[in-house]
C-alpha cells in the first residue's frame, strides 16, 4: 500500500526515478556520447555499437544501483499486450564467483522465441526466430514487482526473421516517419523552419474498479472482462451522481498509489476523476509523441492492474463489462508539433491569419473524410460492438466535430467571402466577484467520434482495452497521404497564396460531408449520414474486411507503413480473436447458466412447490400469487434451457467452420453473438425473480455499488 508522505518526500525527487530518461541520460552519458544518441533519436545518424556500449554500461550501473537483477527487451507482439524475457545481469568467471555485464550488443538486439506469437501466416511454427530491436526514442524503464524484484525493461520493436513486422510499433514508426517527411515538404514551401513534426498523443484511459472478492466469484468477469448475464439495479446511472463526485476512499487510495507509480516511471498522470457510471472512473496523462504515448498507456494498464490488486481490486479495462450502464473508451488527443515548439493544428487568436493551420486542418478533414473506413477499422474490437453507438459513445459513423467558428471560417473562405472574428470574446457571467473567461473557438461536443478541441483532435472512438498503436498509424499515415498530395501540388507553383487559396477551397468543398457539428446520437444523425454517402461500419466484422481491400493496401505500402502480407496477416489475427473471444463469452455463458443458474431456478421452483403444497394442506384458500410466480419461474426456466441447447448447437456450428477467418468471424456475429442475447434475457429475467440469497453470483448491486 502507498505510505509515502509527500510533505516529507516531494513528488519532485520521486518523478521519474525509475525511467532511464533525457535527464538521466544526460547526466550520466559522456556530453559527446548523448550528443550523438540524441541525433540518432531525431533521425539523423544511426546507432553505432561503440555508442550502444556506452550507453548500455551507463544504463546496467542505473538499474544496479536501483536494485535490479535483470533486464528484459520489452515488446508489444500482436496479441494487444506486452511480452517479455528476462535475463539476469551475471556473467560466471572462473574462480566461481559473477559479474555484472550488459553489453551494447545485448542493448540493441535481443531474441526471443516467435513461434507462439500470433502472426497471421508471417511466420509458421516452425520458423521461430524473432527479433526484438531497441527503439532509442522511448526510455527505458524498471519494472518493481509486489515481492521486491526490480527489472530492467527497454522498449523494443519486434521484427521477424525476414524482417517483417510482428507488432505494432515498427508500423507506427514508419507512420511517424511518414507524417514528419510529408509535414516537412508543406512546411518548407511555406517558409517554415522545422526539422523534424513529430505527432503527439494524450490517451484519456476509462476504467472500473470491482472489489475482487466479487469478481473471484464471477468467472465471466475472470475470462472474459465482462459480465455476460446480470440484471440492471434498482439504481444505475440515471442520478448523475457519480460523475465527477467525490471519489470514495477506497478509489482514491489506489489513486494515490497509481499516481506514485506512475510517477516514478516517469508517466506524466494529471487528471483522475468519477466517470458517469458507477464505480467507473478516468485517468489523463499528458501528451508524449506518439510512439513513447503509447508504450505509456500500455504500460499505464499493466500498472493499473497490479496496483488494484494491492488493494484487493479489480481495475477492468474492457469496453462494456456491465450492461445498461455506460462503457469505457480511450480517447485519444492527436496532435502535431515542430521540434521548433510550433503547434500545427492550433488556430491563434485569428486563425484566418494563421495559413499554415488552415491548411493543416482541411488536409486532416480530407484524411479523415477519404479514410474513415480505416480510421473505424482501427477501433474494432468486440467489446467496443457493445458500445458504439449507445448513447454514452460515438456512433460508428465516423464524422468531424468543429464548432460554428471554424466551420463558419471554412465556409467563408470556401465562398471567396472575408470572415470577421470581431475579437477575442468573453463570457459574462453576470457577478462581480467571479472573473471575465475568454472564450473557446469551439464548444467540446461530446457525442462525436472526432472532434476538434482547440489545438488538437480527440479521437473518442478508440477502445478502452486496446494499444492506441492502430489507431495513429491510420491517423497519421492518412493525414501523410493528403499532405503528400497537397505537397505535389503547391512545390511548383508560381502563385503560391493562390494556389492554397484553391487548394483550401476546393478540398473543404469536396469533404465538407464530413463535417457534423450536431447531435451524433440522434435517430435523425444515422438517416443524415447515409444521405450524405457517409459509410456506417456498426460492427468489427466488418470494419476488419476493410484492411486488405486495394486502397488500403495501396495507402500503406505508398508510405512504406505495412506491406500487403503485414495487412493481410493482422487482418487474419483479429478476426481470429474476435471469434476466439466470443467462443469465449459463449462457452462461460453456457457454463453459468447451465451449472449454477439453471440448478438454482429448479431449487426454488421446489421451495416455491412446497410452499404451495403447505398452504393447500393448511386449509388456507388464496395461493394464487405464489402459484403466479412458480408459472413465471417455471416458463423462465425452460425458456433458458432451451436457449442453453440453441447456443451450444450454434456454438458447435461456429466452431467447425474452417474456410476462413471471415465466414466463422461472420457466424460469431450473426449466430452466436444473437443466441447470446437469448440466453441473457431468459436469465436475468430469472435474476428478478429467485430470492437474493439463493442467486449463486455477484449481482450487479455487488459490483457496481460495493466498494
Given at each position: 500500500?502507498?505510505?509515502?508522505?509527500?510533505?516529507?518526500?516531494?513528488?519532485?525527487?520521486?518523478?521519474?526515478?525509475?525511467?532511464?530518461?533525457?535527464?538521466?541520460?544526460?547526466?550520466?552519458?559522456?556530453?559527446?556520447?548523448?550528443?550523438?544518441?540524441?541525433?540518432?533519436?531525431?533521425?539523423?545518424?544511426?546507432l553505432s555499437l561503440g555508442i550502444a556500449e556506452v550507453v548500455a554500461n551507463a544504463m546496467k550501473d542505473w538499474a544496479l544501483e536501483r536494485g535490479a537483477t535483470h533486464f528484459?527487451?520489452?515488446?508489444?507482439?500482436?496479441?494487444?499486450?506486452?511480452?517479455?524475457?528476462?535475463?539476469?545481469?551475471?556473467?560466471?568467471?572462473?574462480?566461481?564467483?559473477?559479474?555484472?555485464?550488459?553489453?551494447?550488443?545485448?542493448?540493441?538486439?535481443?531474441?526471443?522465441?516467435?513461434?507462439?506469437?500470433?502472426?497471421?501466416?508471417?511466420?509458421?511454427?516452425?520458423?521461430?526466430?524473432?527479433?526484438?530491436?531497441?527503439?532509442?526514442?522511448?526510455?527505458?524503464?524498471?519494472?518493481?514487482?509486489?515481492?521486491?524484484?526490480?527489472?530492467?525493461?527497454?522498449?523494443?520493436?519486434?521484427?521477424?526473421?525476414?524482417?517483417?513486422?510482428?507488432?505494432?510499433?515498427?508500423?507506427?514508426?514508419?507512420?511517424?516517419?511518414?507524417?514528419?517527411?510529408?509535414?516537412?515538404?508543406?512546411?518548407?514551401?511555406?517558409?517554415?523552419?522545422?526539422?523534424?513534426?513529430?505527432?503527439?498523443?494524450?490517451?484519456?484511459?476509462?476504467?472500473?474498479?470491482?472489489?475482487?472478492?466479487?469478481?473471484?466469484?464471477?468467472?465471466?468477469?475472470?475470462?472474459?472482462?465482462?459480465?455476460?448475464?446480470?440484471?440492471?439495479?434498482?439504481?444505475?446511472?440515471?442520478?448523475?451522481?457519480?460523475?465527477?463526485?467525490?471519489?470514495?476512499?477506497?478509489?482514491?487510495?489506489?489513486?494515490?498509489?497509481?499516481?506514485?507509480?506512475?510517477?516514478?516511471?516517469?508517466?506524466?498522470?494529471?487528471?483522475?476523476?468519477?466517470?458517469?457510471?458507477?464505480?467507473?472512473?478516468?485517468?489523463?496523462?499528458?501528451?508524449?509523441?506518439?510512439?513513447?504515448?503509447?508504450?505509456?498507456?500500455?504500460?499505464?494498464?499493466?500498472?493499473?492492474?497490479?496496483?488494484?490488486?494491492?488493494?484487493?481490486?479489480?481495475?477492468?479495462?474492457?469496453?462494456?463489462?456491465?450492461?445498461?450502464?455506460?462503457?469505457?473508451?480511450?480517447?485519444?488527443n492527436w496532435s502535431m508539433d515542430t521540434d521548433t515548439g510550433l503547434n500545427l493544428l492550433k488556430p491563434g487568436d485569428d486563425p484566418t491569419e494563421n495559413a499554415h493551420f488552415?491548411?493543416?486542418?482541411?488536409?486532416?478533414?480530407?484524411?479523415?473524410?477519404?479514410?474513415?473506413?480505416?480510421?473505424?477499422?482501427?477501433?474494432?474490437?468486440?467489446?467496443?460492438?457493445?458500445?458504439?453507438?449507445?448513447?454514452?459513445?460515438?456512433?460508428?459513423?465516423?464524422?468531424?466535430?468543429?464548432?460554428?467558428?471554424?466551420?463558419?471560417?471554412?465556409?467563408?473562405?470556401?465562398?471567396?467571402?472575408?470572415?470577421?472574428?470581431?475579437?477575442?470574446?468573453?463570457?459574462?457571467?453576470?457577478?462581480?466577484?467571479?472573473?471575465?473567461?475568454?472564450?473557446?473557438?469551439?464548444?467540446?461536443?461530446?457525442?462525436?467520434?472526432?472532434?476538434f478541441t482547440g489545438n488538437k483532435f480527440e479521437f473518442r472512438m478508440v477502445p478502452s482495452s486496446m494499444s492506441i498503436a492502430y489507431p495513429n498509424i491510420v491517423l497519421n499515415?492518412?493525414?501523410?497521404?493528403?499532405?503528400?498530395?497537397?505537397?505535389?501540388?503547391?512545390?511548383?507553383?508560381?502563385?503560391?497564396?493562390?494556389?492554397?487559396?484553391?487548394?483550401?477551397?476546393?478540398?473543404?468543398?469536396?469533404?465538407?460531408?464530413?463535417?457534423?457539428?450536431?447531435?451524433?446520437?440522434?435517430?435523425?444523425?444515422?438517416?443524415?449520414?447515409?444521405?450524405?454517402?457517409?459509410?456506417?461500419?456498426?460492427?468489427?466484422?466488418?470494419?476488419?474486411?476493410?484492411?486488405?481491400?486495394?486502397?488500403?493496401?495501396?495507402?500503406?505500402?505508398?508510405?512504406?507503413?505495412?506491406?500487403?502480407?503485414?495487412?493481410?496477416?493482422?487482418?487474419?489475427?483479429?478476426?481470429?480473436?474476435?471469434?476466439?473471444?466470443?467462443?469465449?463469452?459463449?462457452?462461460?455463458?453456457?457454463?453459468?447458466?447451465?451449472?449454477?443458474?439453471?440448478?438454482?431456478?429448479?431449487?426454488?421452483?421446489?421451495?416455491?412447490?412446497?410452499?404451495?403444497?403447505?398452504?393447500?394442506?393448511?386449509?388456507?384458500?388464496?395461493?394464487?400469487?405464489?402459484?403466479?410466480?412458480?408459472?413465471?419461474?417455471?416458463?423462465?426456466?425452460?425458456?433458458?434451457?432451451?436457449?442453453?441447447?440453441?447456443?451450444?448447437?450454434?456454438?458447435?456450428?461456429?466452431?467447425?467452420?474452417?474456410?476462413?477467418?471471415?465466414?466463422?468471424?461472420?457466424?460469431?456475429?450473426?449466430?452466436?453473438?444473437?443466441?447470446?442475447?437469448?440466453?441473457?434475457?431468459?436469465?436475468?429475467?430469472?435474476?428478478?425473480?429467485?430470492?437474493?440469497?439463493?442467486?449463486?453470483?455477484?449481482?450487479?448491486?455487488?459490483?457496481?455499488?460495493?466498494?
Open positions: 500500500m502507498n505510505t509515502t508522505d509527500f510533505t516529507k518526500t516531494p513528488v519532485r525527487e520521486i518523478y521519474g526515478i525509475n525511467s532511464f530518461g533525457d535527464a538521466v541520460m544526460r547526466e550520466r552519458l559522456p556530453k559527446s556520447i548523448y550528443k550523438e544518441l540524441k541525433l540518432v533519436q531525431n533521425g539523423k545518424n544511426s528484459t527487451h520489452w515488446f508489444q507482439p500482436l496479441t494487444g499486450l506486452t511480452a517479455e524475457k528476462h535475463d539476469s545481469f551475471i556473467s560466471p568467471t572462473a574462480d566461481g564467483r559473477v559479474i555484472m555485464e550488459f553489453s551494447g550488443k545485448e542493448l540493441i538486439q535481443g531474441e526471443p522465441d516467435a513461434s507462439s506469437f500470433p502472426s497471421g501466416g508471417l511466420r509458421a511454427t516452425f520458423e521461430a526466430r524473432g527479433y526484438t530491436a531497441w527503439d532509442t526514442t522511448s526510455p527505458a524503464f524498471l519494472k518493481e514487482d509486489n515481492s521486491g524484484g526490480i527489472t530492467l525493461c527497454i522498449p523494443t520493436a519486434f521484427i521477424s526473421y525476414t524482417g517483417e513486422a510482428l507488432d505494432m510499433k515498427v508500423p507506427l514508426l514508419r507512420s511517424m516517419e511518414a507524417i514528419n517527411k510529408q509535414s516537412l515538404r508543406i512546411l518548407r514551401i511555406m517558409g517554415i523552419e522545422a526539422g523534424r513534426v513529430n505527432t503527439s498523443v494524450g490517451p484519456e484511459q476509462e476504467y472500473f474498479l470491482v472489489d475482487r472478492e466479487f469478481y473471484d466469484k464471477r468467472p465471466d468477469l475472470m475470462l472474459t472482462g465482462r459480465t455476460v448475464i446480470g440484471s440492471k439495479p434498482a439504481k444505475g446511472q440515471e442520478m448523475d451522481d457519480h460523475y465527477f463526485g467525490a471519489i470514495k476512499e477506497r478509489a482514491s487510495a489506489f489513486m494515490s498509489e497509481l499516481n506514485l507509480e506512475l510517477w516514478k516511471l516517469g508517466i506524466a498522470s494529471k487528471t483522475q476523476h468519477n466517470e458517469v457510471a458507477p464505480n467507473q472512473f478516468e485517468l489523463a496523462p499528458i501528451f508524449d509523441t506518439s510512439n513513447v504515448a503509447t508504450d505509456r498507456n500500455q504500460l499505464l494498464m499493466e500498472t493499473m492492474k497490479k496496483v488494484a490488486v494491492r488493494h484487493n481490486l479489480v481495475a477492468l479495462l474492457h469496453e462494456k463489462p456491465f450492461a445498461g450502464v455506460n462503457g469505457s473508451g480511450k480517447h485519444n488552415i491548411l493543416f486542418l482541411v488536409a486532416v478533414i480530407k484524411a479523415v473524410d477519404k479514410y474513415a473506413p480505416l480510421l473505424r477499422m482501427s477501433t474494432a474490437n468486440s467489446g467496443n460492438d457493445h458500445r458504439l453507438g449507445a448513447s454514452e459513445a460515438p456512433p460508428a459513423i465516423i464524422s468531424i466535430f468543429l464548432g460554428d467558428q471554424l466551420s463558419k471560417i471554412l465556409d467563408n473562405l470556401a465562398n471567396g467571402d472575408k470572415y470577421t472574428s470581431g475579437g477575442k470574446e468573453t463570457i459574462e457571467l453576470g457577478v462581480s466577484s467571479l472573473p471575465k473567461l475568454p472564450k473557446d473557438l469551439t464548444d467540446r461536443n461530446r457525442t462525436s467520434p472526432f472532434a499515415t492518412a493525414v501523410a497521404d493528403v499532405l503528400s498530395e497537397f505537397a505535389d501540388k503547391l512545390e511548383n507553383t508560381s502563385d503560391l497564396n493562390k494556389s492554397m487559396r484553391e487548394l483550401i477551397k476546393d478540398t473543404y468543398r469536396k469533404h465538407k460531408r464530413i463535417i457534423f457539428n450536431g447531435n451524433n446520437y440522434s435517430e435523425e444523425w444515422i438517416k443524415e449520414a447515409a444521405d450524405r454517402g457517409l459509410i456506417n461500419l456498426s460492427n468489427t466484422v466488418d470494419a476488419l474486411a476493410e484492411i486488405s481491400k486495394d486502397y488500403s493496401v495501396d495507402l500503406f505500402e505508398r508510405h512504406n507503413v505495412f506491406t500487403r502480407h503485414e495487412l493481410e496477416s493482422r487482418q487474419e489475427i483479429q478476426l481470429e480473436a474476435y471469434s476466439q473471444q466470443i467462443n469465449i463469452e459463449a462457452s462461460i455463458m453456457i457454463e453459468l447458466t447451465k451449472k449454477q443458474i439453471f440448478p438454482v431456478a429448479g431449487e426454488y421452483i421446489r421451495q416455491l412447490s412446497g410452499t404451495i403444497e403447505g398452504i393447500k394442506a393448511s386449509g388456507i384458500k388464496g395461493n394464487s400469487s405464489f402459484e403466479t410466480i412458480l408459472g413465471k419461474v417455471v416458463e423462465s426456466s425452460e425458456l433458458l434451457y432451451n436457449n442453453i441447447e440453441s447456443l451450444e448447437k450454434h456454438l458447435l456450428l461456429a466452431r467447425n467452420i474452417e474456410s476462413s477467418p471471415f465466414e466463422q468471424a461472420t457466424e460469431y456475429r450473426t449466430k452466436v453473438f444473437t443466441k447470446m442475447a437469448d440466453l441473457r434475457v431468459a436469465s436475468d429475467t430469472l435474476e428478478t425473480l429467485i430470492p437474493c440469497d439463493l442467486w449463486p453470483i455477484p449481482t450487479y448491486l455487488d459490483l457496481l455499488f460495493r466498494l
